[in-house]
């Protein structure tokens, strides 16, 4: 069974950066288009990025256009998510998730497979 696990998250000041990380179990990775969700606490899941199984195309949300920077190297199985000028608001539990229809898509319910989540906290 295919498995993804996220890392990297932790607490940062308003202004500062993080880097998560997601590696898939399985080097069936290549073919996936991938993207990050994050989910605050009362809040439903939001898509915040996207990406193609070549790293050829992104889509983001406009509320981390120009802070956030996708990435991914498929000869690790791995994807990450650069985020800076972090805020308050960015605070949630991170996932990422493996999208098998194909395409850049936004819905969380378009993902097949998740991780379990990583803990970013924006807080002076």
């Known amino acids: 069974q295919v498995q993804l696990v996220e890392s990297g998250g932790g607490l940062v000041q308003p202004g500062g950066s993080l880097r998560l990380s997601c590696v898939c179990s399985?080097?069936?990775?290549?073919?996936?288009?991938m993207g990050w969700f994050r989910q605050a606490p009362g809040k439903e899941r939001e898509f915040v990025v996207a990406?193609?199984?070549?790293?050829?195309?992104?889509y983001y949300a406009d509320s981390v256009k120009g802070r956030f920077a996708i990435s991914r190297v498929n000869a690790k199985n791995t994807m990450y998510l650069q985020m800076n000028s972090l805020k308050p608001e960015d605070t949630a539990v991170y996932y990422c998730?493996?999208?098998?229809?194909?395409?850049?898509?936004?819905?969380?319910?378009?993902?097949?497979?998740w991780g379990q989540g990583t803990q970013v906290t924006v807080s002076s």
């Open positions: 399985e080097r069936a990775f290549i073919n996936y288009n």
């Open positions: 990406i193609t199984w070549s790293g050829g195309s992104t």
């Open positions: 998730a493996a999208n098998l229809r194909g395409g850049l898509r936004v819905g969380p319910d378009e993902y097949s497979i």
